[in-house]
């Protein structure tokens, strides 16, 4: 069954969609516009919104096998198409832009080479992540991270768009997604590799997210005093492990008896940076489950769940963009608030939407973590789940609430104008 109303890509997302749901294409619709209100409006997206989010929730348990595959990553970018252009005018619309800038490439570029400050890392990307297939933009990524928050959370999907498309015109092509999947299944196992610091027993919810002062990586010196120790350092979502494998004795009046960690670098500050914003990212994260008191333990695991998400987007696309390694904050949510004018409001509307959020849906951040098999311990007890059903509702929408979007808009409104005060500076 195909609808004359749906574009190509809607049509083909929708079969796909009744395939994985074991159903029929004429069911899922009779399904969906038994709910569907007719003064909502915009039919086609909100039934591409209905079948995907259905589809997922059957896909997310195997998440990591399918991302190995390479499934996951089509069918979410096909996903994310099928939402921009649902309609058949949005597909004739699309490829008259798509004929156009065909054309305007035909056309010889009347810029002298000398005046081409087209960066050389943009130019050597471009034939990597574009091709002729359709892109996407940023509306349609974040709404992806209102059904399933791997690839990108719904807090600060838009700053980390920004930042992964800045070589290719801020669109989103299928090889640089899929590449961007791939590198957040590396980093997850990756991490599960690591060994547990010597003489610490971590909790069951407790993870690791970042070593260094390994063999395989870069040192990291402690100072105390006149003593210095080279050692290893790991970050967990809840505590910062340093272990010694040697002493240098030395005296200095300049040193402190206070600690100091350095990460030794010939030309940068990008290792310390990066520390930073990881060992920042937590401790905000721990304030804000204090001061926004969520004490329920299902929604406090979902914060910590986005939270290493947030920390594995990073790592990946550390790896992605090697050659130019983006602002951490772009991929943190609370480093990045806590940078940005009025980002209290955000942090306000995100503490409000957790009680809201149902941590045992399958395509939620705790459910996910699981199917990516960060830990088998991590699984909650029945009587966890019991204490977490009482102060947890499934809200039923996979929207992102108009209050949290308003207030995300405002404060990314509000940033663009103090970058460009300060360009006048």
């Known amino acids: 069954m195909k609808m004359k109303h749906q574009s190509s890509i809607a049509n083909d997302v929708i079969h796909s969609c009744a395939q994985k749901l074991d159903t029929s294409v004429e069911k899922l619709v009779e399904e969906f516009e038994a709910g569907w209100k007719q003064e909502t409006g915009d039919y086609s997206r909100k039934l591409v919104e209905f079948c995907c989010s259905k589809a997922l929730t059957v896909e997310c348990p195997y998440i990591q096998e399918k991302i190995s595959d390479g499934s996951f990553s089509r069918l979410t970018f096909d996903m994310m198409l099928a939402w921009e252009m649902p309609t058949s005018q949005d597909e004739e619309s699309h490829m008259e832009q798509v004929g156009k800038g065909r054309e305007d490439r035909k056309l010889p570029a009347n810029v002298p080479e000398e005046e081409d400050d087209t ?45 992964l498309t800045a070589p290719t015109g801020h669109r989103l092509f299928f090889p640089g997604f899929k590449k961007f999947l791939q590198e957040i299944d590396q980093c997850t196992k990756h991490l ?27 040192r990291v010196v402690r100072h105390v005093g006149g003593t210095s120790w080279p050692g290893r350092l790991t970050l967990t979502n809840y505590a910062l492990y340093f272990e010694a494998t040697g002493a240098i004795i030395y005296e200095s009046p300049e040193l402190s008896e206070g600690i100091v960690l350095e990460f030794p670098e010939m030309t940068s500050s990008t290792r310390r940076d990066h520390w930073l914003a990881l060992v920042k990212e937590i401790m905000l994260m721990h304030q804000f489950l204090s001061k926004y008191n969520v004490e329920c333990p299902l929604q406090a695991w979902e914060m910590h769940a986005r939270t290493i998400f947030g920390v594995i987007r990073l790592h990946a696309a550390r790896e992605l963009l090697r050659i130019s390694p983006p602002s951490p904050t772009k991929f943190l949510i609370f480093a990045l608030f806590d940078e940005l004018p009025k980002g209290d409001y955000v942090l306000e509307q995100l503490a409000e939407g957790l009680k809201k959020v149902n941590s045992g849906h399958p395509c939620s951040a705790c459910s996910i973590l699981r199917a990516m098999n960060m830990s088998q311990s991590m699984l909650p007890s029945p009587e966890f789940e019991a204490v977490g059903k009482e102060c947890t509702s499934a809200s039923g929408e996979d929207n992102i609430p108009s209050s949290l979007e308003s207030a995300i808009n405002q404060v990314r409104e509000e940033a663009k104008e103090v970058e460009i005060a300060k360009s006048y500076y």
């Open 192 to 218: 599960q590799k690591h060994a547990t610091p010597k003489g610490v027993e971590l909790a069951d919810d407790e993870f690791i997210l970042h070593v260094e002062g390994t063999a395989s990586s870069q």
């Open 119 to 163: 960066p050389l890392f943009y130019t050597d990307l471009m034939p990597l992540l574009v091709n002729e297939e359709p892109s996407i933009g940023e509306d349609s990524f974040v709404w992806l991270g209102s059904l399933v928050p791997l690839a990108v959370d719904i807090v600060n999907g838009r700053f980390t768009f920004e930042t």
